[in-house]
DNA sequence: TATGTCCATTGATTTAAATCAAATTACACG
DNA sequence: CGTGTAATTTGATTTAAATCAATGGACATA
């Protein structure tokens, strides 16, 4: 638990005796594609942050359309906000979780920070509590950005904006020629991040193809032009 | 410039000498109806709180579409995310304002609070910092239910939900027989925060007015049936 | 190699909301 | 107190995307 404390980044860099403290309360949890880590309004026990595999966070409607928040890749946390919303009070009592999440890969190995053990050293540790600034805003930044696409871009904008940004985190040398991404969610995922219905994204990747932008495999995606797709994106 | 910094939540409780400190540095700024307080992109000074009037944050599309991310009412802060996310940094070179901000009130008063002079006491305050990560936290919380809103509701839920919202924070005793809301923004800007159009907000409105929910006069608008309202809005 | 299940694609149709256009109302200012 | 301008409402039409429906793989298992 130790070594697994040290590489999440809110956690890193910080000495060893801290780390060892908070191994010390942490749980690690594994969990297979579409297993629920909590339900919405479940009772709060504390945030986490993923290990490895991948998660997402959503909501449910009450006709059952489903929209991913979130998409939790390793070494990120999440589920803080009921922690940090209300610090100085004592017991957790009536703290929900305020949506759902799931492994959507299989053994995704997360690990649960107790809310109640992680408060007190929060509250007392001036270096922590800087790093959870700097994540949440992080976390802002990027949910601003997720609502100004829904809110001011169309689905093919939107899936652009969205394969540039795999493409652009995706480490390749060979980005000049065109390179081929892979998708680590399924198009029912991607569509409830998109915020659109799956047939809808269907029929933009293929237009894409068709206009010669993207060339699909199922969850490979070969960009033939990335610069097209991104002017797509910011238009 | 004391008097004013000790309301701000943010603030308040804070010791005396270093609710002086804080207050040398700050700078009050008075807006009209329309006046920018900044532009997106513009260079990060810091970040504000509002004293009296209102503001919005918002981002502007392509094509000249608004969406209103935030309604920031008296005593509230925004515009913090540059600050927080990078707090190592030395300079603030680079960093840029995400949104736009714009008074919508005559003689809207707002306190900046400089970058620079701020990272240095929250990194040296643990009080400080904790305060500031609930107000982030309550953020990233409206946030998540504002993307809840766009994604999964229609137009007519989110502006039920919208009035409910201003209905269930106005305190009034009169609440059992009905009572009126005054909106604090205009059509335009309520539209605009519900992600909708002008016109269909409009429509909106007349029919729930056809439909004996509400009675609409201008900015006025009487609530007939606050549990229909909230029915609308939660399904 | 067949078979069932899941997932993705394609087609047809509907629908909510945007846009375009006009009329009406509110409102600021001389 | 009119007059012009902006804000709002109402009407007609278009459009993007959702929904409904069917088909077409891919893949695992017997």
């Keep these: 638990m130790h070594e697994v404390i040290k590489r999440i980044p809110l956690f890193s860099g910080l000495e060893e005796g801290m780390v060892n403290k908070i191994s010390e309360f942490c749980r690690l949890r594994i969990f297979n594609k579409g297993d629920i880590i909590f339900f919405e309004s479940e009772p709060y026990r504390g945030f986490y942050a993923v290990v490895s595999g991948l998660v997402k966070v959503y909501k449910i409607s009450r006709d059952g359309r489903e929209h991913i928040i979130h ?60 790093r959870m600034l700097s994540g949440l805003a992080k976390r802002l930044r990027h949910l601003n950005h997720h609502i100004e696409e829904l809110t001011l871009k169309d689905v093919t904008k939107r899936t652009a904006a969205f394969l540039i940004s795999v493409y652009e985190n995706t480490s390749s040398n060979s980005k000049l020629k065109g390179s081929t991404i892979s998708l680590s969610v399924n198009r029912s995922d991607m569509a409830a991040y998109l915020g659109t219905a799956i047939e ?22 070969f960009i033939k032009n990335a610069y097209k797709l991104k002017e797509i994106s910011l238009s």
């Design 71 to 130: 998409i939790i890749a390793p070494f990120n946390t999440f589920a803080e906000v009921p922690l940090l919303e209300n610090l100085d009070k004592i017991t957790d009592d009536d703290f929900r979780y305020p949506a759902c999440s799931m492994a959507i890969e299989d053994n995704t190995k997360v690990v649960l920070v107790p809310a109640n053990e992680f408060r007190d050293i929060l509250k007392n540790d001036l270096n922590i509590s800087l």
């Design 200 to 221: 809808t994204l269907s029929r933009t990747l293929s237009r894409l193809q068709a206009e010669g932008i993207i060339e699909v495999t199922g969850k490979k995606i």
